[in-house]
């Protein structure tokens, strides 16, 4: 327990001596961790481009913009001050003036501590190899591409800067989970609605129910609900299960995809067990969305029907030719290889998106240090008509006291159609 407080508030207060110069490296040791827990990496490195050299295409409703160089090169941000570097990370402030896209996450990073900060600065001035790379300029349609509306949206929906301050008598533990979810680790920026102006509804659990209730499709993908919903979100998660999870990208009866399979692979599985126990804790701390909501309840007649040879329901006999090798009959799969479909919440959810898209895409469970297999499904788009498809996904969503809604073949058209001609 002592090593648990101590790693908890570590990051909080230590690092304010580590900034008046006692230990540079250590200094930069803690940046590259912050840079982790922020999994900067993962938007600022192209594909097969060089680390925190920027180019990777990032798709908006106005048009595509690119991230940038952040390296110590010239090209990149080698002739920021701190001043510059914390103008840009917590304020969406560019060096020459400039208000940032809001695809960099600054709203939330608004709440990162100024020592975290003089740590990031530290690591990418001295931890980080510098690339000469030029920034590529957005690739938007004028007027859009105007910078000026943005300062506008800055001024209207981020928040003012501030030091992060724990709720007074909170867990400790808690507390260090909220500054990470809310700030450097920008979980609203999937995992929370945005509205028409394109502002998340909500950037913190006293903004109401909102908050990391689940994002609108993009590129292919929904992030899914981290509330305590039982049917489409964490209601059925245990603490230790979450801490599994974003370690290995995998647990009893859940595995990683999409997006979310980066930011293990990039950041969640070089984070602590207490700063992970710390997300956990917090996640689970949310309540549900739905008061409603109630835990699923198995029911066994398809299952068993499917032990007596009775594929009648639409979609089974699709289902045993295709799915049940890996998934099971009984839908519970194969702990940390192939997950459960039985209470899968992502199979509930209203959007059935991520559904449609895993299965006419297949995906891979990739490799961490602590779980070094990796497991690859299928892609089916070659094999299965859109009608195929959409029968299987209704089976799965309907079964072992499933409770999806319905998607028809239209659906799967048109989500083949775009994938296939972005």
């Not at 910078?147 to 800055?154: E, V």
């Not at 903004?207 to 993009?218: H, K, V």
């Not at 929904?222 to 290995?248: C, M, P, Y």
């Not at 996640?283 to 309840?297: E, M, R």
Request: glycine content about 8%.
């Amino acid at each position: 327990m002592k090593a648990l407080v101590i790693a908890t508030f570590g990051l909080l207060g230590s690092v304010s001596a580590m900034a008046a110069g006692a230990d540079p490296q250590a200094l930069i040791r803690q940046g590259e961790y912050l840079a982790r827990a922020g999994d900067c990496v993962a938007c600022h490195t192209a594909k097969d481009g060089k680390p925190f050299a920027g180019g990777l295409p990032m798709e908006t409703p106005i048009g595509t913009i690119y991230s940038t160089n952040i390296t110590p090169d010239k090209s990149g941000i080698g002739d920021y001050s701190f001043e510059d570097f914390d103008n840009a990370v917590r304020h969406g402030i560019a060096q020459n003036g400039s208000t940032l896209y809001p695809a960099m996450p600054y709203p939330s990073y608004a709440r990162v501590n100024e020592a975290d900060m003089h740590a990031l600065y530290a690591y990418f001035m001295k931890g980080v190899a510098p690339v000469k790379h030029a920034n590529k300029p957005v690739d938007i349609p004028w007027p859009m591409s105007m910078r000026w509306p943005l300062a506008m949206w800055r001024w209207t929906f981020a928040p003012a800067v501030h030091d992060f301050t724990p709720v007074a008598g909170q867990d400790p533990v808690l507390s260090r989970g909220a500054y990470l979810v809310e700030g450097l680790g920008h979980c609203g920026a999937c995992h929370t609605p945005r509205a028409l102006t394109m502002q998340e509804k909500a950037l913190s659990a006293t903004d109401g129910s909102t908050f990391l209730s689940g994002s609108a499709p993009l590129e292919g993908w929904i992030a899914k609900n981290l509330r305590g919903d039982h049917k489409d979100g964490l209601g059925s998660w245990d603490e230790t299960q979450l801490v599994q999870f974003l370690k290995t990208g995998r647990s009893d009866r859940s595995a990683v995809f999409g997006g979310m399979s980066d930011v293990i692979v990039h950041s969640m599985q070089y984070m602590s067990d207490a700063d992970l126990t710390a997300i956990a804790r917090y996640l689970k701390s949310l309540p549900a969305v739905d008061s409603t909501d109630k835990p699923h309840q198995y029911d066994p007649a398809v299952a068993d029907a499917l032990w007596n040879g009775d594929d009648s329901k639409r979609g089974a006999a699709v289902y045993i030719d295709n799915c049940a090798a890996c998934h099971r009959t009984d839908g519970h799969g194969y702990a940390r290889v192939f997950p459960a479909l039985a209470g899968n919440p992502v199979l509930q959810s209203e959007d059935s998106t991520s559904l449609i898209h895993i299965v006419l895409k297949g995906g891979t469970l990739p490799a961490t240090h602590t779980a070094p297999s990796t497991f690859t499904m299928p892609a089916f788009d070659w094999r299965l008509s859109d009608q195929e498809v959409a029968d299987v996904v209704n089976f799965i969503r309907t079964s072992w006291g499933n409770r999806g809604a319905d998607v028809n073949a239209s659906d799967v058209k048109s989500m083949r159609d775009s994938s296939t001609h972005p």
